[in-house]
């Protein structure tokens, strides 16, 4: 039988972007390992991806398309197969009805970084609905916070070369389980480390990440900002502030001292429910250690305050100076290095693509259920007409998910399925296997899966780009998710060009003008393709991507948005002492929900547990192993009580994101999670959640 070797990119939302190599064996992947070639993922796969191909080759991808027959929120059995050309031909039937009743932007495309790859993740469906004036969505569901937060400090979503690392002396990891979610800088880390650096973890949860740094200091969830200021307070106390450096590449600095003057270390340590002796020490280690590497994790900005958290932590390294040494300075995410494709891929310019309201993503919830706050928009002169009449915000009517599964990941869970249910909603979904959304939907439809199609992807944790060329044969009728649009656009009667681009041709959009081109991934798979050299300090001498080349303490722009325009401190929505804090972040072995219905992934996480420090397990008489319904005004969810000392006392945790039919009492952790907006970006504040508990 013919052997074959092939090299990948996984596509995952994850900030890795590994490179794999793929054995495959008459048009089927028989194996899957890291390629060692890779400078950054050195031939490893984490362990989830290490059992891709029980998702590649599961019995249970979806490999015809179904019509739903029977009742909604049903499952599987409420539908019948159906040929391309006739469930095609319901979706265009079905868009159709919404635009003639309320007009396009009664239509919601609905999609996230299922796959991160530019051609399947972020063209053909994009374009499609631009240019039949659907409502546009606005992502904010994982990184709108911290990336409002860097705009506005840094102008863009830049840091430092994660490779320099190794040169740091001291490192920060604020609010990142690098081992369950960035596994590929760990061993960077370790490296500085042989090398002398001291490792600091911040988070509430003694995470294994944090079990394994020097030091581990555990804040109250939300209050990182205060932080922040308390030990940027002590450092200039320290007389350790780098004026010269200040001076010659940071706005805002006179006022922004002036700020500091407030948070004195006692007041910051009063406010994270620290002891001031450990922002003191920290404190001194960040004055006197050059270069200190700052790694913010996403998880850290899912709370109110997320804003304000994320620029004053990534203000630290503008007070020390620490952006002048390769190995020093702030990294959130790499993705504001990589040349944007986003103008000419995504919304290409010659596309013609009528006005249309933005709908934030994370109030899907409110937004279906007709509860959603007017979304935020001017009001274009041209639609006079529609805005007196009260049509100028119609209901959503159609809803196209893709790329996501909102029935688990979302926030308000419970408002989400009366929304999904709505008779008068129609529904289409993309999917590789039946997820929890899949229920609620009118039609559905099988996508390839990352052997099977042709993809680039870029990384949000390091700077190297990959190309992912087809190795495999779709089971059954799956079609990418660009064929499936492209043969909507056309029983639409849409036949522009730009939805008719192949696969290939948006490869090499995404690509022109880059340093490299399509004849040369082909050859060697990745490329670096952001212009940063290794090992570098891209901002030692200032540059950053704003106007004017500073950094900007203080954003004028921000008030309009009614919010400080200097750095500080938002506290967490739900005060601290009313009721247990509920952190839900990443688990090892699913990808959000990915993985959720796989044997092994199943089984390695286990089933859905609420993490009780010890004191707070006694205090409600509660064991382990005990079953409890998780609750608070929003829903609930019933999980099993394991007693953890890794939880801070008055901090409960527990995994994202198991699917919702596959949990005792079909709700998940997103059932007590509620719809409402962080600082900033108008992103979700899932772990700014107080829960009780009562027993089963
Ligand atoms: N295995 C695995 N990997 C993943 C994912 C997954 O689901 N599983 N998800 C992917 C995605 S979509 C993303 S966005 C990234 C996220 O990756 P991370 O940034 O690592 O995000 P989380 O795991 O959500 O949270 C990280 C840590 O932040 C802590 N935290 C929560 N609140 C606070 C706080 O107020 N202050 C501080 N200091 N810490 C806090 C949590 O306890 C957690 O340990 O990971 C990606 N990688
Ligand atoms: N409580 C709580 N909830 C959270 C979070 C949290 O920390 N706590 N984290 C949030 C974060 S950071 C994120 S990013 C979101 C993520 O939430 P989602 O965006 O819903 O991500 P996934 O659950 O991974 O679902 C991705 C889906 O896309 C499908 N898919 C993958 N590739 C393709 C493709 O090529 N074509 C098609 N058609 N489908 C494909 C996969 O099969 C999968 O079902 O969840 C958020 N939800
Ligand atoms: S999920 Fe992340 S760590 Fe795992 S293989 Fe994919 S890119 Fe690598
Ligand atoms: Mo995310």
Not at 25 to 33: Q, Y
Not at 40 to 56: E, I, M, P, S
Not at 236 to 251: F, M, Q
Request: one cysteine or more; a negative charge; charged letters at 20%.
């Amino acid at each position: 039988m013919a052997r074959t070797t092939h090299r990948g990119a996984c596509p995952l939302d994850c900030p890795d972007t590994c490179t794999w190599q793929l054995t495959v064996e008459d048009g089927r992947a028989v194996e899957i390992r890291g390629d060692a070639d890779h400078p950054f993922t050195q031939g490893v796969l984490c362990g989830k991806v290490n059992r891709y191909l029980d998702a590649v080759n599961g019995p249970d991808r979806l490999t015809q398309p179904m019509i739903r027959v029977g009742p909604k929120g049903a499952g599987p059995i409420a539908f019948r197969p159906a040929s391309w050309e006739e469930a095609i031909g319901r979706v265009a039937a079905g868009l159709t009805a919404s635009i003639d009743r309320h007009g396009p932007e009664s239509i919601l495309p609905f999609y996230f970084a299922g796959t991160m790859g530019d051609v399947q993740g972020y063209s053909m469906g994009q374009r499609l609905f631009a240019h039949l004036g659907a409502s546009q969505l606005r992502t904010t569901i994982c990184t709108a916070a911290a990336n409002a937060a860097l705009q506005s400090l840094y102008g863009g979503m830049v840091g430092f070369e994660p490779e320099s690392i190794v040169e740091a002396r001291l490192i920060v990891l604020w609010g990142a389980n690098l081992l369950s979610t960035h596994l590929h800088l760990w061993p960077f880390v370790q490296e500085a480390r042989r090398r002398g650096a001291h490792v600091v973890a911040i988070d509430p949860l003694r995470t294994d990440t944090a079990g394994r740094s020097d030091t581990h200091i555990a804040p109250l969830p939300g209050t990182d900002g205060a932080l922040a200021l308390g030990l940027m307070r002590h450092v200039v106390d320290a007389g350790a502030a780098d004026r010269e450096w200040l001076d010659a590449h940071v706005d805002g600095w006179p006022e922004f001292e002036q700020r500091l003057a407030e948070w004195p270390v006692e007041r910051a340590a009063a406010e994270c429910g620290l002891d001031p002796a450990v922002l003191r020490d920290l404190g001194d280690r960040i004055a006197t250690t050059r270069p200190t590497a700052i790694k913010v994790g996403l998880g850290l900005q899912r709370h109110a305050g997320a804003g304000q958290a994320v620029r004053a932590i990534c203000a630290l390294p503008l007070v020390t100076g620490d952006f002048r040494y390769p190995g020093g300075g702030a990294l959130c995410m790499t993705s504001g290095h990589f040349p944007n494709p986003a103008a000419p891929v995504m919304r290409p310019v010659d596309l013609p693509q009528p006005p249309a309201r933005e709908i934030n993503m994370s109030r899907l919830a409110a937004v279906l259920t007709g509860e959603a706050d007017p979304p935020a928009r001017e009001i274009n002169m041209s639609r006079l007409a529609a805005v007196l009449t009260g049509e100028a915000d119609p209901p959503v009517t159609s809803l196209v998910v893709f790329d996501t599964n909102p029935a688990a990941t979302v926030p308000d869970q419970t408002r989400l399925r009366t929304g999904l249910l709505r008779a008068d909603l129609f529904t289409t979904v993309l999917e590789q296997r039946w997820t929890d959304t899949c229920d609620y939907a009118d039609v559905v439809l099988p996508a390839t899966m990352q052997p099977e199609h042709l993809d680039l992807v870029s990384s949000y944790g390091h700077h190297y780009t990959t190309l992912n060329l087809p190795a495999t044969t779709p089971p059954g009728d799956a079609l990418p998710n660009t064929e499936i649009f492209r043969r909507i656009a056309a029983a639409l009667g849409l036949h522009h060009p730009r939805l008719r681009d192949s696969d290939e041709e948006i490869v090499r959009q995404v690509l022109a003008g880059g340093p490299v081109t399509f004849e040369e991934l082909a050859e060697r798979t990745y490329a670096r393709t952001t212009g940063v050299a290794v090992g570098s300090a891209p901002f030692a001498k200032g540059g950053f991507p704003t106007a004017n080349g500073r950094a900007r303490l203080h954003q004028p722009a921000l008030a309009e948005q009614g919010v400080d325009p200097l750095v500080g401190y938002t506290p967490p929505a739900e005060r601290h002492g009313d009721g247990l804090v509920l952190i839900a972040a990443a688990g090892r072995f699913f990808l959000n929900s990915t993985f959720g219905s796989l044997p092994w992934h199943e089984k390695k996480m286990g089933p859905p547990r609420i993490h009780l420090h010890p004191d707070d397990a006694a205090a409600r008489g509660l064991a382990d192993g005990d079953e409890v319904r998780v609750h608070n005004t929003n829903g609930a969810f019933d999980a099993a009580v394991q007693v953890d000392d890794a939880a801070r006392p008055g901090v409960a945790f527990t995994f994202k994101a198991y699917w919702a039919k596959r949990s005792p009492g079909g709700n998940t952790v997103n059932a007590v999670t509620a719809v409402r907006d962080a600082d900033l970006g108008g992103a979700p504040t899932f772990h700014d959640t107080r829960i009780e508990l009562s027993p089963r």
